[in-house]
């Protein structure tokens, strides 16, 4: 079956840009996370989603990122006035149970963004 | 001290050894732990889960030690295709906490 998607794959842009990553979780999961991966780094929370609210957005690093997620299914992550740092790989996930703490969370291939 | 805490390695193996990492949490509360495996350029994927004292699947077996606060994963007769970054994952508040990895390169 289909796994989770996201898109785009790569995205390079200049600094001061938005940008906006899409992510298409497995159907009929109800938990979707987004993560940020520095090189060389762990994962990094950013923002869980139960349905189309946000319990949980502890994780956004500033004002300038915000999530939403319409229809209990796709979500879109913004970057507003990019800067060099937001540079990383960007990971969506999704689970079948709320918080998705005991269950298994699949991942998607990332979306790799470079700020110029 | 970071919430998960792993050594990063690498650890350099030959192919059929044993190999073990272990990994540190500071949330005593936490009831369930996770091992992912990610390959290079890779989104993480699920290895092992570890709600009780243990867990095993073949080659791999993953133990739990709540009095120490640490959970490892052993490897054995280690594999070229084992070659990855391992990522202890613990849960923390309502989110699941990862650790930076452990780097395992396996060499025939």
């Known amino acids: 079956g289909a796994g989770v998607s996201q898109s785009p794959s790569n995205k390079v842009t200049e600094k001061g840009k938005d940008v906006e990553l899409r992510c298409d979780p497995i159907?009929?999961?109800?938990?979707l996370y987004w993560y940020r991966q520095s090189l060389g780094q762990g994962l990094e929370f950013l923002i869980y989603f139960q349905g189309n609210s946000a319990p949980d957005k502890s994780g956004l690093p500033s004002d300038r990122f915000s999530a939403e997620r319409t229809g209990g299914s796709v979500s879109t992550l913004t970057i507003q006035r990019t800067q060099q740092e937001d540079s990383a790989v960007y990971l969506c996930?999704?689970?079948?149970?709320?918080?998705?703490?005991?269950?298994?969370?699949?991942f998607g291939p990332g979306t790799r963004l470079t700020v110029t | 001290r970071k919430e998960v805490e792993q050594d990063p390695g690498p650890f350099n193996v030959p192919e059929g050894a044993t190999v073990a990492f272990n990994c540190t949490y500071s949330?005593?509360?936490?009831?369930?732990f996770f091992w992912y495996r990610q390959d290079c350029r890779k989104e993480p994927k699920l290895l092992m889960s570890v709600y009780s004292s243990g867990n095993e699947d073949g080659r791999f077996t993953a133990q739990l030690n709540r009095a120490s606060q640490y959970i490892s994963l052993l490897i054995r007769d280690s594999k070229l295709s084992d070659s990855a970054t391992y990522l202890c994952?613990?849960?923390?508040?309502?989110?699941?906490?990862f650790g930076a990895g452990t780097i395992l390169r396996v060499k025939s």
């Open positions: 949330n005593s509360a936490s009831q369930s």
């Open positions: 994952v613990v849960p923390g508040g309502n989110k699941l906490v």
């Open positions: 996930a999704s689970s079948s149970q709320p918080w998705g703490l005991r269950y298994e969370q699949y």
């Open positions: 159907s009929g999961h109800t938990a």
